[in-house]
């Protein structure tokens, strides 16, 4: 990985530069150099707005206004290359995600490259399909046109990522988007460094960079790019970012998909073979230190099946990660000082009965388990994003719906047990974002599954053909032909209740299994 490279200045995204070796048809173009796509002039503080993401924006603008991004060809070309980043720099984001949280080779390969290309390769099967107008059905008075839903791009898309999850977070948008015909400005995380580094000198050598951008901003940078108009912004982060980007997005009445986050509830019934449950559970907890959104954040479990879990916990701990996970190559860390500090405080809630070990100059929290733990608790009070289990205990299936629906709408419940009426009553009974049961996480890796919240845990959903679909524009196309004049002189004035009958007749949509009597 090239490590040698000057940041880019506040305000500024990280110039475009066209590819030093593209094959051909790989859609790659030349830098701009009149403000907007990362040439000479990308940064145009525009006199009229006084922005300093407006010049950009316009490029990207004039660029999609002038169709380049519509043929399916050129989607194709974008996102092949797309996949050859993916090939060509695997090794550079396994150490980029390893210097910026420790992320394990095998949970970085599996999770950052493996499932984004799952994704790319779905998109690229499906897309001449996925694109092709959709005929819909007509009524009789317009039985001989054309009634059709054109699938447009959106315009100019921006993807704002985030850090638990990099690479795949910001690309399996971007490949919907691609998909879709959109330009896109991508804005990774500025949290971790080194990926968002690599992201922005190597992505643009593969791309075409009069449509596609990357932007590195702060906080406050990005509250400025969020000033422009956007077509469509798809933000993943935190409800409470999650709303400030909606209150940009609504003064220019723009769509947005938020992907949030949330306590994801875990009930574990008696009926259910402990050790698996044990391990699964344990893995989907502990996979990238706890910082995945849709990890479970706690078990609601009885008293007794809690002295049967906790044993069965221990052994999964030291099954994965030996007797010193702080030791074992396959456990990550905290991504950063302040995030450590925060999951650290959390600690204090409850009783620690496993792990509890940690070492700040690290970034280190051992794999946790709490108990004793009452629904007050600052660990009950907010996402935990780290590797800490807490157990609540509840009386039964009835009493843990009762909580878990007393609470904000999370992003996935799990439920554990042997009996599927128990993993079926949980699911009928409890409302979230997405629903796994008897494991954890494996919901995800579906492209046929749509990802995303409800409530506060998120707006609309993606993977698959629902990335396509959520960059795309659901265009409702009647066209009808010049003449047959006189079938429409039923409908003009003046009226009469022999002419509305008829238009009655022709129009009515009526419900299946009736009929009606002349």
């Given at each position: 990985?090239?490590?040698?490279?000057?940041?880019?200045?506040?305000?500024?995204?990280?110039?475009?530069?066209?590819?030093?070796?593209?094959?051909?048809?790989?859609?790659?173009?030349?830098?701009?150099?009149?403000?907007?796509?990362?040439?000479?002039?990308?940064?145009?503080?525009?006199?009229?707005?006084?922005?300093?993401?407006?010049?950009?924006?316009?490029?990207?603008?004039?660029?999609?206004?002038?169709?380049?991004?519509?043929?399916?060809?050129?989607?194709?070309?974008?996102?092949?290359?797309?996949?050859?980043?993916?090939?060509?720099?695997?090794?550079?984001?396994?150490?980029?995600?390893?210097?910026?949280?420790?992320?394990?080779?095998?949970?970085?390969?599996?999770?950052?490259?493996?499932?984004?290309?799952?994704?790319?390769?779905?998109?690229?099967?499906?897309?001449?399909?996925?694109?092709?107008?959709?005929?819909?059905?007509?009524?009789?008075?317009?039985?001989?046109?054309?009634?059709?839903?054109?699938?447009?791009?959106?315009?100019?898309?921006?993807?704002?990522?985030?850090?638990?999850?990099?690479?795949?977070?910001?690309?399996?948008?971007?490949?919907?988007?691609?998909?879709?015909?959109?330009?896109?400005?991508?804005?990774?995380?500025?949290?971790?460094?080194?990926?968002?580094?690599?992201?922005?000198?190597?992505?643009?050598?593969?791309?075409?960079?009069?449509?596609?951008?990357?932007?590195?901003?702060?906080?406050?940078?990005?509250?400025?790019?969020?000033?422009?108009?956007?077509?469509?912004?798809?933000?993943?982060?935190?409800?409470?970012?999650?709303?400030?980007?909606?209150?940009?997005?609504?003064?220019?009445?723009?769509?947005?998909?938020l992907e949030l986050g949330g306590k994801n509830p875990c009930y574990v019934s008696d009926t259910c073979d402990v050790q698996n449950t044990a391990r699964r559970v344990a893995w989907g907890r502990f996979f990238n230190a706890g910082q995945t959104c849709v990890a479970p954040d706690y078990v609601l479990c009885?008293?007794?099946?809690?002295?049967?879990?906790?044993?069965?916990?221990?052994?999964?701990?030291?099954?994965?990660?030996?007797?010193?996970?702080?030791?074992?190559?396959?456990?990550?860390?905290?991504?950063?000082?302040?995030?450590?500090?925060?999951?650290?405080?959390?600690?204090?809630?409850?009783?620690?009965?496993?792990?509890?070990?940690?070492?700040?100059?690290?970034?280190?929290?051992?794999?946790?388990?709490?108990?004793?733990?009452?629904?007050?608790?600052?660990?009950?009070?907010?996402?935990?994003?780290?590797?800490?289990?807490?157990?609540?205990?509840?009386?039964?299936?009835?009493?843990?719906?009762?909580?878990?629906?007393?609470?904000?709408?999370?992003?996935?419940?799990?439920?554990?047990?042997?009996?599927?009426?128990?993993?079926?009553?949980?699911?009928?009974?409890?409302?979230?974002?997405?629903?796994?049961?008897?494991?954890?996480?494996?919901?995800?890796?579906?492209?046929?599954?749509?990802?995303?919240?409800?409530?506060?845990?998120?707006?609309?959903?993606?993977?698959?053909?629902?990335?396509?679909?959520?960059?795309?524009?659901?265009?409702?196309?009647?066209?009808?032909?010049?003449?047959?004049?006189?079938?429409?002189?039923?409908?003009?004035?003046?009226?009469?209740?022999?002419?509305?009958?008829?238009?009655r007749a022709a129009s009515e949509v009526k419900r299946k299994g009736t009929c009606t009597l002349l």
């Amino acid at each position: 990985m090239e490590t040698g490279s000057v940041l880019p200045q506040p305000g500024t995204q990280r110039p475009l530069e066209p590819p030093g070796q593209q094959p051909p048809g790989s859609g790659a173009g030349k830098a701009a150099e009149d403000g907007g796509g990362g040439g000479k002039g990308s940064v145009d503080s525009d006199a009229t707005s006084g922005n300093p993401y407006a010049g950009l924006v316009s490029h990207l603008r004039a660029a999609w206004l002038s169709g380049k991004t519509r043929p399916m060809e050129y989607r194709v070309a974008q996102l092949e290359a797309l996949g050859r980043f993916l090939d060509e720099k695997k090794q550079d984001i396994l150490e980029a995600t390893a210097l910026d949280m420790g992320k394990p080779p095998f949970e970085a390969e599996f999770s950052e490259v493996l499932l984004c290309k799952n994704e790319l390769h779905e998109t690229l099967n499906n897309l001449s399909q996925w694109m092709k107008d959709e005929h819909v059905d007509k009524n009789l008075v317009t039985r001989l046109d054309s009634a059709f839903i054109r699938k447009d791009p959106y315009g100019v898309v921006l993807i704002i990522g985030t850090w638990n999850y990099p690479i795949y977070i910001l690309l399996v948008p971007l490949i919907g988007a691609i998909a879709a015909g959109n330009c896109v400005i991508i804005k990774p995380s500025e949290i971790t460094k080194n990926t968002e580094r690599l992201v922005a000198e190597m992505l643009s050598c593969y791309l075409d960079n009069d449509c596609f951008a990357v932007v590195r901003a702060d906080v406050q940078e990005t509250t400025r790019l969020l000033e422009n108009k956007f077509d469509y912004i798809f933000f993943t982060g935190s409800p409470s970012v999650g709303r400030i980007v909606m209150a940009a997005a609504a003064k220019h009445l723009t769509p947005v998909t938020l992907e949030l986050g949330g306590k994801n509830p875990c009930y574990v019934s008696d009926t259910c073979d402990v050790q698996n449950t044990a391990r699964r559970v344990a893995w989907g907890r502990f996979f990238n230190a706890g910082q995945t959104c849709v990890a479970p954040d706690y078990v609601l479990c009885s008293a007794e099946m809690q002295e049967k879990l906790l044993p069965a916990l221990r052994k999964a701990i030291t099954d994965f990660y030996g007797p010193n996970p702080r030791e074992s190559p396959d456990f990550g860390r905290i991504v950063g000082e302040t995030q450590f500090q925060r999951v650290q405080r959390l600690l204090c809630s409850g009783r620690v009965v496993i792990g509890g070990q940690t070492d700040e100059e690290e970034r280190y929290i051992a794999p946790t388990v709490l108990v004793d733990l009452q629904p007050s608790d600052p660990i009950m009070q907010e996402e935990i994003f780290g590797p800490i289990l807490p157990i609540v205990i509840v009386a039964n299936m009835d009493e843990a719906i009762d909580f878990i629906n007393s609470r904000e709408r999370p992003l996935v419940v799990y439920a554990f047990s042997s009996d599927d009426k128990v993993v079926n009553q949980v699911l009928e009974r409890t409302s979230s974002g997405g629903f796994c049961g008897n494991d954890t996480l494996m919901h995800v890796t579906l492209t046929s599954l749509p990802f995303g919240g409800i409530g506060s845990s998120g707006l609309g959903n993606y993977h698959g053909r629902f990335t396509f679909d959520a960059f795309t524009h659901h265009r409702g196309c009647l066209h009808r032909g010049m003449g047959r004049e006189a079938l429409n002189a039923l409908r003009y004035p003046p009226y009469s209740q022999q002419k509305l009958g008829i238009v009655r007749a022709a129009s009515e949509v009526k419900r299946k299994g009736t009929c009606t009597l002349l």
